[in-house]
């Protein structure tokens, strides 16, 4: 089949969750031999305009203010759309994200040709809460954009033929904002992991990594990886840990990201006295972020809001570190449907410390439960089998 995938970013132009999901499925149905093309923002100048990956056929577009990319995604999108159209006719356009679908969808899409969408999550509340977290409380303007979001979604779900849904959190979500009848129309595909990249360690691996990262041997070391903005809870990781530190001297925080709340972070860890055991690695390149996974005794994701997936959980899972997270979105049933008695009830600075001092403290249970957690990923959440549910999915639409 022809297919051609629609988005505002593509990995590894930006490394998020739901581009990571773009390109390891895309490349794998590229694998399988179906002509795939890739549609993305060009996103920094050094990109190229126009180049093959893995067998994909990736076109970049651009646009004049990439600070306010949002608003000009969906004209600058349609020119080169136009062309990839003429040069690759497909069987199937499959969006992923509402500013270029907006862009693709108003009129270009010929009739015959299959849409299908991918929902992460609501665009509109992820929007709201990152404008409440600077400013407090939405300003008319706000409130007016995340209304447009929200149409703007909305419209994108109704002319597809399938959704796509990475949890049944995410399908109830559709229901709720966007009405049932579009809710029928989803099926739930969840994310997969690369198990040979995320690959399990021995003692002995982790023990050199750990060295290598310049920890001591007695070192107990949790890790999170998040962007730093305040739904992702970092600032409620770290008081948690600033309690059980006082407690423990050979424990220590690793934080993987970027994002506006770095400084406010750090300075956080210098007022609780912590400073010199909290380390913020910023963005960890794709290896190192294996290798970082395999030196920690435990991954954390202390979200407040909006988890539509939690790709992290499984990273860490699929190397052996068992993780904690608060009960919320999606992890519930990723991280519940591994252990219930790993998830937070209490999304407080107090409920992640008593769950962490839990798991910690028990080491046999952290020893036990490595190799259980690579099982977990391994027979449940393969890309192979995504792929082939998305095959399904397109030959269906």
């Known amino acids: 089949m022809n297919l051609l995938h629609i988005c505002d970013h593509f990995y590894p132009d930006r490394a998020g969750g739901s581009e990571i999901v773009i390109y390891e499925t895309a490349r794998r149905l590229a694998k399988k031999g179906h002509r795939v093309s890739v549609v993305t923002l060009k996103s920094r100048e050094s990109l190229a305009a126009e180049e093959e990956i893995e067998g994909m056929r990736v076109y970049r577009y651009t646009v004049k203010d990439l600070s306010n990319a949002a608003s000009s995604i969906p004209f600058s999108v349609r020119g080169l759309f136009k062309k990839v159209l003429n040069d690759r006719r497909p069987d199937v356009v499959h969006f992923h994200h509402t500013p270029s679908a907006l862009g693709v969808n108003m009129g270009l899409v010929p009739g015959g040709v299959k849409r299908v969408y991918s929902y992460y999550g609501p665009i509109n509340e992820e929007f709201e809460i990152e404008r409440r977290n600077k400013n407090s409380k939405l300003s008319l303007s706000d409130r007016f954009k995340s209304r447009c979001y929200l149409l703007a979604e909305r419209y994108n779900l109704k002319k597809c033929d399938r959704i796509v849904a990475l949890s049944r959190y995410s399908i109830k979500q559709i229901s709720e904002l966007h009405g049932k009848d579009t809710a029928e129309k989803a099926v739930l595909i969840p994310g997969g992991i690369d198990t040979e990249r995320f690959r399990y360690a021995d003692e002995d691996v982790r023990a050199e990594l750990r060295k290598r990262f310049g920890f001591p041997d007695d070192a107990v070391i949790v890790l999170t990886v998040r962007r730093l903005v305040k739904r992702m809870g970092i600032d409620m990781l770290i008081e948690a840990f600033a309690g059980a530190a006082r407690s423990n001297r050979t424990l220590y925080l690793v934080i993987g990201g970027i994002g506006p709340e770095k400084d406010a972070l750090v300075g956080l860890t210098a007022t609780l006295g912590v400073r010199d055991r909290v380390s913020f690695r910023g963005f960890i390149p794709a290896e190192s972020l294996v290798n970082h996974y395999q030196a920690a005794d435990l991954c954390v994701l202390p ?56 798991v910690l403290y028990d080491t046999g249970y952290l020893k036990r439960v490595r190799p259980l957690c690579r099982d977990y990923v391994l027979k449940n959440y393969s890309w192979d089998s995504a792929v082939e549910s998305l095959e399904r999915v397109y030959e269906d639409s």
């Open 303 to 358: 979200t407040r809001d909006l988890e539509g997936f939690g790709l992290v959980t499984l990273e860490a899972m699929s190397t052996g570190t068992p993780v904690i997270g608060t009960a919320v979105g999606a992890t519930v049933e990723v991280l519940g449907g591994f252990d219930e008695d790993l998830l937070i009830r209490e999304i407080s600075p107090a409920g992640i410390r008593e769950k962490l001092e839990k």
